[in-house]
């Protein structure tokens, strides 16, 4: 069995009254590719900001490769409100900060698209390689670090080769077209060297074509970076087409999980997307 | 595909437009170095000159922390005030000390330092100030941290006017007799000067610093700082520790805005706490607004030009003025703040780019590319 | 004991409840536009200027004073279309920096106007009364400063609950957008907020005046800049809360001004240790703490941003 990458153990984040994700469970392992489908408002976006630290959960524990990265229970006036109902017995509260989560090898991209708007293609990705630059602040300012911005920028040059925006290079990252500031966001997210990308809705709004493409691209980058993907998505052909395992949450409890197959046949996630046929 | 971007390599290069702009800088320094010897000291154009000068740098420090990291603080006169009077106090001649700290016998500090040393110790004690304001200030919402900013500021004014560090500050007296721009003519040994360098060193002064934050803005601690303008939360997920970026973000900018205080020392002769008011900060941010928030160049000419307006050009509009015999109405004391204030609000309101945009002085230099930069936005 | 502390405990209260009046129109501009009025301090002056000119031009107080009340309301409804409206859809800092400039602007307005000379505010009767309460002498306007105020307040809530025009503005508070695509008139909403909180800031420059009596183109700064904190204190956002910040300001403030004489009437200390340097600072040390322990303030409602 191959190593875990990803834990969540009872994961709940509840917003005051809204309990926006609901006692959730969840495994990822080294060189899969997982999905967490579910309606619109079931909690998915909330998970992957609790994973990459933008949220401190309500409760609960994640861990990358065995490394604990949050962790909390309900204090406070949270006690009351707390409603997963899950005995909580998470001691210890530990919150890493999303660059530190970055740091350690998990990147990721964003369900509305948030590129640097006054920076052109390739400085948004020069950018991601900031935090692994070697030189301190003063090398840097006075210019001191010639050949690694060198080697930086000759990095960003290939990985936008790679994901075909080298023609583009110099264009403000706005003004892309949509499909090609999806990717730009995803080769952003490369750039920093990850060995695990959390993708949010990387399909949306595109067509058919655009989406096989990108599911080919996927599947490219996952085995030439050697990377562990999970991603949120509402397309159930890019969904069902490269997916290992799948998790289904709706009202942000988990509902379901298994392999394609298995969730295409699970009444229960039938019902959640198609509702319940009135008698 | 376009074949050219094959073999592009998109590293900074010396291009055509830079290498014109570097001379014409250099081409500017030298006429100031030469007007100053041909023409009579006392010409307002050097007041512009020495006082834009410094007035650049601040300007530029803020534009630094307001423009292209996107904190928008208000606590710019406050660091100014703290280089002020590090300079100052560390550079009065220990001969004169009895006579400026007169209420306070000649005051704790009986040594000086050369004016370098204390040049560069007033932006150390600005930037030591600006960590600790900055510890708890920073992660504040850019509204909140203009307040709390303009808050520390006022504290620092008060403590600086405060009666009983008054054998340091000399409380709410003002501090003189410290070495002035004009301290740095060479004389001859009848005390005539030889050879004016009154403007030349603001000039170098702000320039070097200027320098050194064009350089900052280029690498990649620069880069990062943009990236949280733009969208903090993206930025850090591609691995960027904002607390720790902001705060070199705003100890930069207040080592500037110290360093720029010493100069105002420099310029005014005297230092005192009082006027070191929001007033102050107002007008370094108007100017950085009017050259445009994310351009050096666009600070640097703004300044010039807000000096000039305000000490020299619109002098005119001050004095009363009779045609024959008919007096020209709404000419008087004051009314030429009233027009600037209003030329300001125009800016404000109709050219929120301001002069040079995001531009920098090598894009004037350059022929406009038919796509690409600038083109369209999504 | 009571007796040192009383003056200060009633300038404490009075000048409170003028704070309270200039905040109200702070808190309520910032929960609809989410702008820091930079000049709303200015307003406050510039209604005692109008003040000075109008009586000195002749007119009777009955004139002189609904006069300036809605002069400057007036103002206030002016500024707003001309410095506000038009940047509604710019980035947050180009309309604070408007601010900035309007208040720029008014200053050196009022400097070229007066030419920089203190203005002599007329005195009006019965407010500037003396009065004795207790063993301190006061002036009337200390009095009639906190009632006037609670009188003011209680009607503006009863406005904000019990209106048509409250309900959209506790609407536009809340979500800007929503509120105009449910039909809300923006504009209107807008306008009356900016003339009330312009209304009440002339009504506490009658007040505050009155005790300090000279008025000078920076005299809106310090009161402006201390209502605006009593608002962040109290919440941003809630008028009772910046009602209540603007009373604890202006009472500590004027404790600290005397805590030199008091600690040396009651015996504390033996030498004056200049306070009342700080007693401004302190104010903006209260800021700073409310802003680091809870930014909300004391009444104030947490935001979460979606990401």
Known sequence: ?279 | MNTDSLTAKPRKKLDRATVIAIGVIFAIYALAFVLEQVIPSTSMLFTVLKKGATYALVAVSMNLLNGFTGLFSLGQAGFMLIGAYTYAVFTIPVAQRMSVYQYYNGGVIQFTLPVLVAIALAGVFAALFAFLIGLPVLRLKSDYLAIATLGFAEIIRAIFQWDKLGVVTNGSNLLRLFPTFNDFNIKDASGNVTLHLSTLIPFLIAGVCILFIVMLINSSYGRAFKAIRDDETAAEAMGINLPRHKMIAFCTSSFFAGVGGAMLAMYQNSVQAKYFTTSMTYEILLIVVIGGIGSVTGSCISSFLFVACSEWWLRFLDQEQTINGWQVPLLRNGFRLVVFSLIIMAVVLFFRKGIMGTRELPDLFRRRKPSGKGGAKA | MLSTVLPYLLSGISVGGQYALIAIGYTMVYGILRLINFAHGDVFMVAGILMVYITASGAPLYVSIPLVLVTTALIGFAIERVAYKPLRSAPRMSIMISAIGVSYTLQNLVLYITGGLNQFYPSIPFISDTVTIGTTSTRMVTIVTPILTLLLVIALVMLINHTKIGMAMRAVSKDFETSRLMGIKINSVISVTFVIGSFLAAVGSILYFTNYSTVIQTSGSMPGLKAFVAAVFGGIGSVPGAVVGAFIIGICENLIKGLDTILVKAGISTKMFGFTTFSDAFTFALLIIILIVKPTGLFGEKQTDKV
């Not at chain 1, 524990?61 to 604990?68: A, E, F, H, I, Q």
């Not at chain 1, 197959?261 to 996630?269: A, K, L, R, T």
Request: hydrophobic letters at 40%.
């Open chain 1, 1 to 279: 069995m191959s190593q875990n990458v990803l834990h969540l153990e009872n994961v709940t984040m509840q917003f005051g009254g809204v309990v926006a994700v609901n006692d959730v469970c969840m495994d990822v392992n080294d060189g899969e590719i997982v999905a967490l489908i579910g309606p619109n408002g079931a909690g998915k976006t909330t998970v992957f900001n609790v994973i990459t630290g933008v949220y401190s959960p309500t409760n609960g524990r994640v861990s990358l490769r065995g490394k604990v990265i949050a962790e909390d229970h309900p204090h406070g006036k949270m006690k009351k409100l707390y409603a997963a109902g899950h005995q909580f017995e998470y001691v210890h509260t530990i919150d890493y900060s999303p660059d530190r989560i970055t740091k350690m090898g998990m990147a990721r991209t964003f369900q509305n698209i948030r590129l640097f708007s006054s920076m052109t293609v390739f400085e948004n990705v020069l950018v991601a390689k900031h935090m692994n630059m070697k030189a301190g602040f003063f090398a840097s300012a006075l210019h001191l670090n010639g050949r690694e911005e060198a080697r930086m920028r000759e990095e960003t040059m290939e990985l936008l080769k790679v994901v075909g925006l080298d023609g583009v290079w110099d264009e403000i990252a706005t003004s892309l077209p949509y499909g090609q500031q999806r990717r730009l966001e995803i080769a952003r997210a490369l750039s920093t060297h990850p060995s695990m990308l959390l993708l949010d809705e990387p399909a949306a709004g595109m067509n058919p074509q655009e989406t096989e493409n990108l599911s080919a691209f996927i599947r490219e980058i996952k085995d030439r970076f050697h990377l562990t993907v999970l991603l949120i998505e509402h397309d159930m052909e890019l969904v069902m087409d490269i997916s290992d395992r799948i998790y289904v949450l709706n009202f942000g409890k988990c509902i379901a999980t298994g392999t394609p197959v298995e969730i295409q046949s699970n009444p229960d996630v039938i019902t959640a997307y198609l509702g319940v046929t009135e008698e």
